[in-house]
């Protein structure tokens, strides 16, 4: 079994920042890919940015320039800096990782956090 547990959402104010947190703990063998997706009231889930174990990361056009991803293998942790927030990203934040455990290979996703971007 594994948990990924999310850390760092709340509210900011247009042009500020916030760095969320996701830790994945359980009986891991490797994590292969890391991401953080969004989910906005009334919207699809979309793909933020993903981290590769081997550092190749990719991200979505919207957030290009403003949002960073890395992550900590020793740590099993993957993290997203946002700096220039505005309001169109407020959404759930999940992290999503794909896992290689004593069962086999799965994809697994947090309960979400909250970014609330308002003034």
């Known amino acids: 079994q594994v948990q990924l547990v999310e850390s760092g959402g709340g509210l900011v104010q247009p042009g500020g920042s916030l760095r969320l947190s996701c830790a994945a703990s359980g009986r891991i063998f490797s994590i292969y890919g890391m991401g953080w997706y969004r989910q906005a009231p009334g919207k699809q889930r979309e793909l933020v940015a993903a981290?590769?174990?081997?550092?190749?990361?990719n991200y979505a056009d919207p957030v290009k320039g403003r949002f960073t991803i890395s992550r900590d293998n020793a740590k099993n942790t993957v993290y997203l800096q946002m700096n220039s927030l505005k309001p169109e990203d407020t959404a759930v934040y999940y992290c999503n990782a794909d896992v290689r455990t004593i069962g086999g290979r799965g994809d697994y996703w947090g309960q979400g956090t909250q970014v609330t971007v308002s003034s």
């Open positions: 981290i590769t174990s081997g550092g190749n990361i």
